[in-house]
């Protein structure tokens, strides 16, 4: 077995590890080198960057982040709340986070795709929910969102997902299990 150390490592004692491993040279000591040259020395560091930047990007699939983002936006005693079409549940609005985004990225996606005419003020990060809910059993991974400011017409944008939009009272109303548990923990 090949043992490769460090780039960075390699870098440092003036040895430089091809990336194609069958065409492998054997690396020179570091007192019997020959003067690197400008050329050399990037491409030597431009390898060194791209391994670490692939060490990082394996690394970031085992971090645990939430999966999806939520969005709680208050108006005169009233919250945005979105249906779904399939069951007819009411959530607030958000959605799943794809490969290389980040949770307030992913919100903002979601909500131009759901409420293309919804001008949000800044969001602030409330919480982050990594637990089962009690009622469903269904695990919950998500990134809840305060808007400070939310305004513009409730036009629906994705009218395969999401058929009804509104401000109401949040008591008295179908909700998923996510939504059920923002709230009773924000308005009680």
């Not at 944008?157 to 996510?178: Q, S, V, Y």
Request: overall charge positive; charged content about 40%; some cysteine.
């Amino acid at each position: 077995m090949l043992h490769v150390q460090h780039p960075i490592a390699n870098l440092r004692r003036g040895l430089w590890v091809p990336s194609n491993p069958q065409r492998q040279r054997q690396p020179r000591h570091a007192d019997d080198r020959e003067p690197a040259s400008i050329a050399s020395l990037w491409r030597r560091l431009n390898y060194a960057t791209n391994i670490e930047l692939r060490i990082t990007a394996e690394l970031l699939k085992y971090i645990k982040m939430a999966k999806s983002s939520k969005l709680v936006a208050t108006k005169r005693g009233r919250v945005l709340l979105v249906r779904r079409r399939r069951d007819k549940l009411w959530m607030f609005p958000g959605g799943r986070k794809r490969a290389n985004e980040t949770e307030k990225e992913c919100l903002r996606r979601e909500i131009k795709e759901e409420l293309p005419k919804l001008k949000m003020g800044r969001v602030k990060l409330w919480k982050e929910v990594k637990k089962k809910n009690r009622r469903s059993g269904r695990r919950m991974n998500d990134a809840i969102f305060i808007a400070e400011k939310a305004s513009g017409e409730l036009k629906i944008g994705d009218k395969r997902e999401i058929d009804r939009a509104m401000w109401c009272r949040p008591r008295g109303i179908r909700l998923t299990p996510t939504s059920r548990y923002i709230r009773d923990k924000l308005f009680l």
